[in-house]
C-alpha cells in the first residue's frame, strides 16, 4: 500500500502518509499513546526518542496533510492558533507583516495583543483588491499573510496575484487555507509558501477534536518549523492526530456536500423576502463570483447573510431547530452562529463596523446533513422573523 505522488486526490486523503502497522499489519495507523521509546543499546534507537519531538500518528497525519496541500512537509499543533504561532517565529522584533483585514478573530488577537509585545508590526489590507495588498508592503515587510475566503465576509483574494506581488519583493506567502480545505482550494498550486489549517474544522470535520497544522514548501522553513514544533513543544497529541488522520479520509466526500448544501442554502437565502443580503463566493451577486470559481472547487461551506436588525437576528437565530447555535464551522452538522458577539466579539466595535461585521450578521457553516431538512428549519425560523 504505497501512495503513488501523482495518485489523485481522494486516494492520496485515504493512503498518503500511512502504512499498515509494521508490528502487526494493523491497516489503520495505532493511536501510539506514549511518551517515550525504548533504545535497543545506549545511541541506538529505531528512529523515536522522546513523544514530543517524535510520535508515529503524528507523523502519519503529517505526511497525509503534506501531500493533500501539495506541500513537501507538515507540522501538526495543539491547535490552529498555535500553528498561526509557530509560523510567526519565522519572524523577528522588527519585522512587519501585511496581512488581510478581515482575519479570524483569534489570528487578529494574537497579533494585536501578543506578537505586538515582541515588536512586529501589522498592517491590514483588503487583500481582494492587490493595490491594496502592494500598497501596504514596507521594505521591512518579511511576510503576506492572507486568508481566502474571510471569516465571515467571504470575501476571495486572488492567490496568483498575490503571491506574484509579494514574491516580487522577495516575501514569502503564508494562506490561512481553514475556510476552505485543500479539497476546494491549495494555495501552493497558486505559489504560496507556507499553509496553515486549524484541523478542528474541516479536516478532522467532525466537531471532535482541536488541533492545527502548517504545511511548508521551503527547506529552510522546514527545518524551522521542524525545530520550532520541538523547541517550543506545541504539538498535537496522539488521540487528535488519529482522528484527524480518520477525517482527512472523507474529506473529498463531506466536502462536495458542504459544497452542494451551501449553494443551495445560499441561493434559497437570496430569494428569501426577510434576507436582506447574502454573502456567498457562489453566487454571481457576490463581488468576486469569477475568481472564486477560477480558484476554488466549489465555493465552500459557509455563508454569510444579513436580516436588517439584531432583533431579526436574535429570532431566527433562537428559532432553529435542526441547526445548532455554535461557535466553530466545518463539522458534519449545520452550526449557525452570530460573529459579532460569538466570533469576533474580540475584533474591537468600529473594526466591526468598517468589515461589514454589523449585528444583523448570522453565519451558516452548512453540514451534510440531508438539504430538506435545512431548508424547512431555516424557511421554519424566517417565519418567527
Ligand atoms: C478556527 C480557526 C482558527 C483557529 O483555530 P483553532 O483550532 O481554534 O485554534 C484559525 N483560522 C481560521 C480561519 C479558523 O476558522
Redesign the pocket.
Known amino acids: 500500500m504505497k501512495v503513488r505522488e501523482h495518485a489523485g486526490f481522494g486516494t492520496r486523503c485515504i493512503h498518503a502518509g500511512q502504512v499498515p502497522d509494521p508490528s502487526t499489519g494493523a491497516i489503520i495507523t495505532p493511536i501510539y499513546q506514549t511518551s517515550t521509546y525504548v533504545q535497543d543499546a545506549l545511541g541506538v534507537h529505531k528512529g523515536y526518542e522522546y513523544a514530543r519531538t517524535q510520535n508515529p500518528t503524528r507523523s502519519a497525519l503529517e505526511g497525509n496533510l503534506a501531500s493533500i496541500e501539495g506541500g513537501n512537509a507538515a507540522f501538526a499543533f495543539a491547535?490552529?492558533?498555535?500553528a498561526?504561532s509557530a509560523v510567526m517565529t519565522l519572524l523577528t522584533a522588527g519585522d512587519h507583516v501585511v496581512a488581510t483585514d478581515n482575519l479570524?478573530g483569534?489570528?487578529y488577537r494574537l497579533f494585536e495583543r501578543v506578537l505586538r509585545k515582541s515588536q512586529l508590526d501589522f498592517t491590514y489590507a483588503d487583500t481582494s483588491r492587490l493595490g491594496e495588498l502592494e500598497r501596504a508592503i514596507r521594505p521591512n515587510t518579511r511576510l503576506v499573510f492572507l486568508?481566502t475566503p474571510t471569516?465571515p465576509m467571504l470575501a476571495i483574494t486572488d492567490l496568483a496575484g498575490a503571491c506574484a506581488i509579494a514574491h516580487g519583493h522577495g516575501i514569502p506567502v503564508a494562506v490561512?487555507n481553514?475556510?476552505a480545505s485543500p479539497y476546494v482550494q491549495r494555495p501552493i498550486e497558486f505559489g504560496a509558501d507556507l499553509v496553515?489549517h486549524?484541523?478542528?474544522?474541516f479536516l478532522n470535520g467532525h466537531s471532535d477534536s482541536?488541533?492545527?497544522a502548517v504545511i511548508a514548501v521551503r527547506d529552510d522553513h522546514i527545518e524551522w518549523l521542524r525545530f520550532v514544533q520541538n523547541a517550543a513543544g506545541a504539538i498535537l497529541g496522539p488521540m487528535d492526530a488519529w482522528l484527524v488522520l480518520r477525517g482527512t479520509k472523507t474529506l473529498p466526500l463531506r466536502m462536495a456536500r458542504h459544497n452542494e448544501n451551501a449553494m443551495a442554502l445560499a441561493g434559497y437565502l437570496a430569494a428569501h423576502p426577510k434576507v436582506a443580503a447574502v454573502h456567498y463566493p457562489g453566487l454571481p451577486s457576490h463581488p468576486q463570483h469569477a475568481l472564486a470559481a477560477r480558484q476554488m472547487r466549489g465555493f465552500g461551506g459557509l455563508i454569510a447573510f444579513r436580516l436588517g436588525s439584531l432583533e431579526r437576528a436574535r429570532t431566527l437565530l433562537n428559532g432553529v431547530r435542526l441547526m445548532a447555535l455554535a461557535e466553530?464551522?466545518g463539522g458534519v452538522e449545520t452550526l449557525i452562529s452570530h460573529p459579532s458577539t460569538m466570533t469576533h466579539a474580540s475584533v474591537p466595535p468600529d473594526e466591526r463596523q468598517r468589515l461589514g461585521i454589523t449585528d444583523d450578521l448570522v453565519r451558516i457553516s452548512a453540514g451534510i446533513e440531508d438539504l430538506e431538512d435545512l431548508q424547512e428549519d431555516l424557511a421554519q425560523a424566517l417565519d418567527l422573523v
Open positions: 491547535s490552529g492558533m498555535a498561526t479570524y483569534g489570528t486568508e471569516n490561512d481553514t475556510f496553515v486549524s484541523t478542528t474544522k482541536v488541533g492545527g466553530s464551522l
